[in-house]
């Protein structure tokens, strides 16, 4: 692998495009905001701003999905065969590929996560995802069904099903995986043949704008993928509610996806939602110890626990729980926190200010209820959003930071006794995203998984994605599944056609 630059040696292109002021995508045009309104957006390592952006609201995303509505229903796009939009995505990802360094850089400016993770993880996933999502284009097919009519005797009829795209997509998207995410919701779109307005998340929208230029790049046509960053409460908010928008995928918050479903409920556009999470992460006493620390580890602190499927509440068995929380505490006390465009960084600051005084709120709350930091606790530093990589003990079920989602590299380690008891309180959350299991005894491991009420389970393993495996949540994790085979379901409306022959 090749070696990853230090700060002190920065891309040309990335810096060249940070230092412009960005417009946004609507009908193939890059234009301002109506308004005429600009944000900024922040570096979080130095609090500094990066970079001004179109503030699209209202008006802008009613020009946007006219833009997609007319791409959908009259545009080029409405004639290409499957093949022609399978090569469009393909192309896309050869171009993403072909810039990965600008994107992991602009990455690392924009959300703070270190360059050398943004470089081998959120890059490589989103091209992977294009070009799994390419090959679909040419496979979403129906089924014919034989039927009976019980009123028609004697009658024949060939019936048949054809999934056809869902039409105009709003896709409002968060800043923990600015990139990765907006490819998540844009590859499916358009290997159905659907037609976007992406709302990218204030905190980050740099990604999906230079992959706005990669769409022009690639010969998708115009308005087929429109992209107006804004705030939540505006742009997003209007996106959410627009009568013209078929469908609403969103990832972000619990608290907004609730919003999002009340604003979809005028036009009933379908919803999808990728939330929060509370997943627990169990270690069992036959277990690996090693493997089982540096995963455990590994599970809590990637993306700084800015993951909705974060291994937040580490739940490991009586006998090892010393031994387990030592050596959490021990990884946590390796992590070198900095900036992430140093090429010695493990963990960047936190996205925002906000962020961080969420996560110490977090913090707080948990010292101020008997709970004890093992290691770390608090803020990093006094410039940047930093917070040092937390293990917290003598928690109980009720404190917040064992119940709510603290977005940040903080875990709550709790002992249990017996199975029984670790799958109760396992699923004792409002959340259902994920779970990891840790142990030798295989058989145990798939009667567990069987029991936890979640969208995705690890054995003897984290983290682990795949443009493949679909991904989402039970209970109040959300609505639908991103990626894999499944995913096609959201951004496609079944016909069922029925001849009488
Ligand atoms: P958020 O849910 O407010 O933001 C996510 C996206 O939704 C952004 O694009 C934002 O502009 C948009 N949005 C916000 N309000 C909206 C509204 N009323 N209508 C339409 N769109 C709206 O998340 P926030 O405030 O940035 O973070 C708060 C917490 O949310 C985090 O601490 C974390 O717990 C959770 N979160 C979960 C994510 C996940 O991957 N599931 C990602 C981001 C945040
Ligand atoms: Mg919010």
Request: contains cysteine; hydrophobic residues 40%; glycine residues 10%.
């Amino acid at each position: 692998m090749a070696t990853v630059r230090s700060i002190a040696q920065p891309d040309s292109r990335a810096m060249d495009f940070v230092s412009r002021t960005h417009k946004m995508l609507i009908n193939g045009q890059w234009v301002e905001a109506v308004s005429g309104k600009t944000f900024p957006t922040y570096n979080p390592a130095t609090g500094e701003v990066l970079s001004r952006i179109a503030e699209g609201d209202r008006e802008d995303i009613d020009r946007a999905v006219k833009s997609a509505r007319a791409a959908f229903e009259t545009g080029p796009w409405s004639r290409l065969t499957p093949s022609e939009r399978g090569r469009l995505i393909w192309k896309l990802a050869d171009l993403l590929e072909q810039n990965l360094e600008e994107f992991a850089e602009l990455e690392t400016l924009d959300n703070g996560k270190p360059f050398k993770v943004a470089r081998v993880a959120d890059v490589p996933l989103a091209v992977d995802l294009f070009r799994y999502m390419a090959g679909w284009a040419t496979k979403i097919e129906g089924t014919t069904i034989p039927i009976s009519v019980p009123y028609a005797p004697g009658a024949k009829y060939l019936a048949y099903t054809l999934r056809e795209p869902v039409g105009v997509v709003g896709q409002i998207i968060p800043w923990n995986f600015p990139l990765l995410m907006a490819a998540w919701k844009l590859g499916p779109a358009l290997a159905t043949g659907c037609t976007v307005v992406i709302k990218p998340a204030e905190q980050t929208p740099l990604t999906c704008i230079r992959l706005g230029e990669l769409v022009q790049e690639a010969g998708i046509p115009d308005g087929v993928v429109n992209i107006v960053p804004g705030y939540g409460e505006t742009a997003g908010a209007a996106l959410a509610a627009h009568p013209g928008v078929d469908k609403i995928a969103f990832t972000g918050s619990t608290e907004v996806g609730k919003l999002i479903l009340q604003a979809a409920a005028g036009n009933l556009k379908k919803v999808s939602l990728e939330l929060g999470g509370k997943s627990p992460n169990v270690v069992l006493g036959d277990v690996d110890v090693n493997a089982a620390i540096a995963g455990s580890a590994s599970a809590i602190f990637f993306n700084h626990g800015q993951c909705c499927c974060a291994g937040s509440r580490l739940y490991i068995e009586d006998q090892i729980f010393d031994r387990v929380v030592e050596g959490v505490a021990e990884q946590a006390g390796k992590i070198r926190v900095g900036s992430g465009m140093d090429s010695t960084t493990d963990m960047g600051p936190l996205v925002s200010e906000e962020q961080l005084n969420r996560v110490c709120g977090y913090l707080e709350s948990g010292l101020s209820d008997g709970a004890k930091a093992v290691v770390g606790g608090s803020r990093f530093g006094d410039k940047g959003y930093f917070v040092k990589p937390t293990v917290l003990v003598n928690t109980n079920d009720k404190m917040k930071v064992v119940q709510e989602e603290i977005f940040g590299p903080v875990v709550t380690a709790i002992p249990f006794k017996d199975t029984e008891e670790l799958v109760t309180k396992a699923n004792d959350t409002v959340y259902g995203l994920a779970a990891g299991i840790w142990t030798r005894d295989i058989q145990k491991a798939h009667r567990i998984a069987s029991q936890l009420r979640a969208g995705t389970v690890w054995i003897n393993c984290y983290n682990i994605f795949d443009a493949a495996l679909p991904f989402g949540g039970y209970k109040q994790s959300g609505w639908g599944r991103e990626m894999g085979k499944d995913v096609l379901e959201l951004y496609t409306e079944v016909k069922a056609v029925c001849a009488a022959i």
